[in-house]
T-cell receptor, first 116, second 115 residues
Framework: DAKTTQPTSMDCAEGRAANLPCNHS???????VYWYRQIHSQGPQYIIH???NNETNEMASLIITEDRKSSTLILPHATLRDTAVYYC?????????????????FGKGTLLTVNP | GAGVSQTPSNKVTEKGKYVELRCDPI?????LYWYRQSLGQGPEFLIY????????DSGLPNDRFFAVRPEGSVSTLKIQRTERGDSAVYLC?????????????FGPGTRLTVL
């Protein structure tokens, strides 16, 4: 799986949009971008994933650049409960090799702190 | 519905002892995964099961670590002759199947401390 690079930490004011960047310059054509987050003392939680089109769900939006070398996770109106470590993961999707498809390879992520 | 549960939530043991960590996946989920998370790091893959069989155990650090899932539901991670370096949070996840679109849902983890 391609390697990802994320800032170590970010701050955001409550009620404002939080924009979390991720670089994945070696991403392959069949690799998807996934985002998980981990609130303190909890297990990771799936947020969203995408291939090349922008995606939106009830939690967040995912913007992937046209060359797919970077992406941004957007939390449109951050709340204090969104304080967490956010992980950007690149993972093979579709009919892959049947083995490493299933592992999630986490980096250190970005600690997002939402301030009142 | 109920999520992935793990017991115990905390386990303190002495160096050299044997420990078992239990994971109850979401009902109906056929795939189960174990990860380990050291302080300040992201989770690291250990092993995953499809049904009763371990499909990939390449992440187990050495032969002191072993995991079973005898009936295709509950799984137990077993660690023999524990060492201080085994101290970490052990996370379990499950997914409906092994389709790449199947989301992995994580439990809260078991915090293991080896004194």
């Amino acid at each position: 799986d391609a390697k990802t690079t994320q800032p170590t930490s970010m701050d955001c004011a409550e009620g404002r949009a939080a924009n979390l960047p991720c670089n994945h310059s070696t991403i392959s054509g069949n690799e998807y971008v996934y985002w998980y987050r981990q609130i303190h003392s909890q297990g990771p939680q799936y947020i969203i994933h995408g291939l090349k089109n922008n995606e939106t769900n009830e939690m967040a939006s995912l913007i992937i650049t046209e060359d797919r070398k970077s992406s941004t996770l957007i939390l449109p109106h951050a709340t204090l409960r969104d304080t967490a470590v956010y992980y950007c993961i690149v993972r093979v999707g579709g009919a892959g090799d049947g083995g490493s498809n299933y592992k999630l390879t986490f980096g250190k992520g970005t600690l997002l702190t939402v301030n009142p | 519905g109920a999520g992935v549960s793990q017991t115990p939530s905390n386990k303190v043991t002495e160096k050299g002892k044997y420990v078992e960590l239990r994971c109850d996946p979401i009902s109906g989920h056929t795939a189960l995964y174990w990860y380990r998370q050291s302080l300040g790091q992201g989770p690291e893959f250990l092993i995953y099961f499809q049904g009763t069989g371990a499909a990939d155990d390449s992440g187990l650090p050495n032969d002191r670590f072993f995991a079973v899932r005898p009936e295709g539901s509950v799984s137990t991670l077993k660690i023999q002759r524990t060492e201080r370096g085994d101290s970490a949070v052990y996370l379990c996840a499950s997914s409906l199947g092994l389709a790449w679109t199947d989301t992995q849902y994580f439990g809260p983890g078991t915090r293991l401390t080896v004194l």
